[in-house]
């Protein structure tokens, strides 16, 4: 919210919740702070925040407050760029990467796109278990900005739902029947009903369960 929107005159406005460290003096005045989180919340916390955090103020020193690092445990950042490289290129570079985890936090981010072959072909469970058996407090992996080479031509335009599916159906359908795309726009339509007031779970889920074989009977 904006400045304004705070109560002039005081020394210090104590916030909260945000993650992320702030401190600033409002008006030239009163200090504006958020101390961040006890420790990070997530993986990219933990990636932009390095660690948790909190505030200590100098009462006798005009409410001066001062931001203390709260390092509770040592991290290690496994970053593997995938441009170019093959699945087993990728496998050779983390596995070469897992060296010195002895109690740390260990984070593994993964991004670009594979150069063949497929992200399932990334050995993460064998990563994984060669890093905890090196004694890696936690591992966690993020692959949201990794893709596979057979994806980069698949682009969508805003358009109505309805129009995308459809176009996603024709692009990826093996061509081999002739009524492949009709049965899977039927199947679309079929699980994607709502559940209706007053209807029971399992009602529902045999309500989908007719309609979803009432739609592969249809073609």
Partial sequence: MPLS???EGFAYYAGGHVHEAFITQA???GWIVMPGPVFPNNFSELEKLESGSMIIVEFTNGFKPELMQLKVIEKKTI???LDGKSPEQANTEL???LQEVQDKLVLIRLTGTLAEGRL???KFQEAFSKAYSAGAY???KNSSKAQSKEFEALSISVRPSEDIEARLIAEH???QFEDEAKLVKALLNALSQ???EGETRTAYEERIKLAFNDATKSI
Avoid: D, Q, T, Y
């Fill in 5 to 7: 929107f705070l109560p």
């Fill in 27 to 29: 008006r030239g005045e």
């Fill in 79 to 81: 970053l593997i760029e």
């Fill in 95 to 97: 596995f070469s990467a």
């Fill in 120 to 122: 399932s072909e990334l």
């Fill in 138 to 140: 936690l591992v966690l």
């Fill in 173 to 175: 359908s093996s061509g």
């Fill in 194 to 196: 709502e559940k209706l």
